[in-house]
Structures are given as structure tokens and as C-alpha cells.
């Protein structure tokens, strides 16, 4: 399809391992960004990738969170050593980058990470 | 810095009743503003956007108008439905870069039949 999709739907996952979450954006977005949207809340932003620019990270929680993109395309975003506090659903969004400035982001389905 | 605050919810409608959300913002200078809604199961979408003062972004039967004066960007529909039962985001971006979209915390739409 045309879309943000991300792989997988849904994770379950013990305490501790390490979860690798997928995204592949819309074709010619240069622009990627992570949130993670908890329970009840409201979107929190946890990283941007604008081109080959080096990505702003100012909003992972801790240094068992990265993310890297590949090839200015697919993004994968890492738990390490998950916690419980990490349950959430992940989303993934692009947009494009017209005249210097970001248009509106597109949305993927987001993981469900649960953290047993 | 940017912020965006939201009517709290749940609401819950009848089918056919007007609704207003409320949203207002604060920012240092001139951003854009946005409606996301997310169907139950699914990813965020954009509903609608306004770029500048007084413009009125509209979608679906949904209205929105920028109102600088009074900071607020509140979504309208004058008759709601059962599939507009959902979670609406009000958001704003200012500048250049996608990293200073600012979302807020959602209110969560119900529509009984």
C-alpha cells in the first residue's frame, strides 16, 4: 500500500529482552518520526529523522532507547532490557518536505508493545 | 515552549447533536494548526488544518477556524454520527521542522445511536 506501515501489530514480551519495532514509510517522505502513545495519553515524541541529517533524539525516556534508519527509508526503533513501563503503543509517522518546511505527518497502525 | 490543551473527555453524544471541542495553544509565533482523529484500532489521520489567521480548515462535516486573538482552534460538527465515535488530537507546528509538532493529550469522542 501507500502508507505508514509498521511491523509488528502487536508484541508480548518478558521483562528484560530486547524488542526491535519496524516502520516503513511512504515513499519519498524524507522526513520519519517515533512517538509512543501510552494508555489513555496523549502522543509523546520520541525521535526525528529529517534526510541525512543527524536525527534528534531529545525525546527518548533513556539510553535503553535507539533508533536508526537505513538508506533514508525504513526505521527501526530498539528497546533494550524492556520494563514493564514500556507498554505502550508505539507509532511511526513520515512526511514530506516541501520548499524547506514539513508537511503534515502521515501515520502508521503503531506496535502494541506489552511488557510482561 | 509550544503547548496545546484540550477539553477533557470522555464526551459522549446522542446521534444527530451538535458538537464543540475545545482547543486552545500557546506559542512564540505563528504556527500552523491541525485536527488528527484516530478510529479505534487505527493510526492517527489528518481531519483538517488551517496555515494562518482566520483561515478555516474543513472536513467530513467537520469545521475548524484559527483564531489568533483568542489562541483557539475549536473542532465543530453540527450533526455527529455513530462512526465519528473516536479520539480527536489537536496539534500545531511552527517553523521548518516536523520535530516541533505538538500534540495534545486527545479527547475521546463517543456517539450512542
Known amino acids: 500500500g501507500a502508507g505508514v506501515s509498521q511491523s509488528p501489530s502487536n508484541k508480548v514480551t518478558e521483562k528484560g529482552k530486547d524488542v526491535e519495532l519496524r516502520c516503513d514509510p511512504i515513499?519519498?517522505?524524507?522526513?520519519l518520526y517515533w512517538y509512543r502513545q501510552s494508555l489513555g495519553q496523549g502522543l509523546e515524541f520520541l525521535i526525528y529523522?529529517?534526510?541525512?541529517?543527524?536525527?534528534?533524539k531529545s525525546g527518548l525516556p533513556s539510553d535503553r532507547f535507539s533508533a536508526e534508519r537505513t538508506g533514508g527509508s525504513v526505521s527501526t526503533l530498539t528497546i533494550q532490557r524492556t520494563q514493564q513501563e514500556d507498554s505502550a503503543v508505539y507509532l511511526c509517522a513520515s512526511s514530506a518536505r516541501i520548499a524547506g518546511i514539513d508537511n503534515e505527518q502521515f501515520f502508521g497502525p503503531g506496535t502494541r508493545l506489552t511488557v510482561l | 515552549g509550544n503547548s496545546v490543551t484540550q477539553m477533557e473527555g470522555p464526551v459522549t453524544l446522542s446521534e444527530e447533536a451538535f458538537l464543540t471541542i475545545n482547543c486552545t495553544y500557546t506559542a512564540t509565533g505563528y504556527p500552523s494548526l491541525f485536527w488528527y482523529v484516530q478510529y479505534p484500532g487505527e493510526g492517527l489521520q489528518l481531519l483538517l488544518k488551517?496555515?494562518?489567521?482566520?483561515d478555516k480548515g474543513s472536513n467530513k462535516g467537520f469545521e475548524a477556524t484559527y483564531r489568533k486573538e483568542t489562541t483557539s482552534f475549536h473542532l465543530e460538527k453540527g450533526s455527529v454520527q455513530v462512526s465519528d465515535s473516536a479520539v480527536y488530537f489537536c496539534a500545531l507546528s511552527e517553523g521548518n521542522y516536523g520535530q516541533n509538532f505538538v500534540f495534545g493529550p486527545g479527547t475521546r469522542l463517543s456517539v450512542l445511536p
Open positions: 515513499s519519498g517522505h524524507t522526513a
Open positions: 488551517a496555515t494562518k489567521a482566520d
Open positions: 529523522f529529517q534526510g541525512n541529517s543527524a536525527p534528534d
